[in-house]
């Protein structure tokens, strides 16, 4: 199983919004709601921000927000705060003998 | 609110087992509501699903790592454990631990994590 698909590096400037892409296939991000997204500041952990798809845990900002579109999944931030850079991960299940499969990741920097 | 610690060596010569422990506080890994996860990072790299286990002993492990990943569960210290036999310098990474919700395929709570280094 392939590792989702994400663009090595988003920028914007404060204020802005940007968007993330995770791209996978009908046997992951395309077949089921299942995705998340994880921020992870480093040497940090990373902090799950949006699961099944466009659900917030408690206490993520609502500046985050994410949407699935066939075999894409997207990850957007509004209002772009320094905070923010960091790297996102998405995840989907899949329905390959590796049910759980992680994208290539994302830099966010904040210009 | 649930806390999940790593631990174990962070030094591992190559052909040897890594063995690593998750101690989980505020929380049981005895609910039935949850699975308890691996996942690593090499350095530098993005993150990878090694397995998880349940409270009743049930495991799923990557594919690409099953012949060498044992996870076990002991209820009675709340903890879990990670052995990966036979390992190798591609083994080198942060290993963390992590909760996941029956039936939400997501890691909502997740380990500072933990470097362990194959080298002789």
């Known amino acids: 199983q392939s590792a989702l698909t994400q663009p090595a590096s988003v920028s914007g400037s404060p204020g802005q919004s940007i968007t993330i892409s995770c791209t996978g296939t009908s046997s992951d991000v395309g077949g089921y709601n299942y995705v998340s997204w994880y921020q992870q500041h480093p040497g940090k952990a990373p902090k799950l921000m949006i699961y099944e798809v466009s659900n917030r845990p408690s206490g993520v900002s609502n500046r985050f927000s994410g949407s699935k579109s066939g075999n894409t999944a997207s990850l957007t931030i509004s209002g772009l705060q320094a905070e923010d850079e960091a790297d996102y991960y998405c995840s989907s299940y899949t329905s390959s003998s590796n049910p759980y499969v992680f994208g290539t990741g994302t830099k966010v920097t904040v210009l | 609110q649930v806390q999940l610690q790593e631990s174990g060596p962070g030094l591992v010569k190559p052909s040897e087992t890594l063995s690593l422990t998750c101690t989980v506080s505020g929380g049981s890994v005895s609910s039935g509501n949850y699975y308890w996860s691996w996942i690593r990072q090499p350095p530098g790299e993005g993150l990878e699903w090694i397995g998880y286990?349940?409270?009743?002993?049930?495991?799923n492990y990557n594919p690409s790592l099953k012949s060498r990943v044992t996870i076990s569960v002991d209820t009675s210290k709340n903890q879990f454990s990670l052995r990966l036999s036979s390992v190798t310098a591609a083994d080198t990474a942060l290993y963390y631990c992590a909760r996941f919700p029956r039936g939400k395929y997501t890691f909502d709570s997740w380990g500072q994590g933990t470097l362990v280094t194959v080298s002789s």
């Open positions: 286990i349940f409270y009743s002993g049930s495991t």
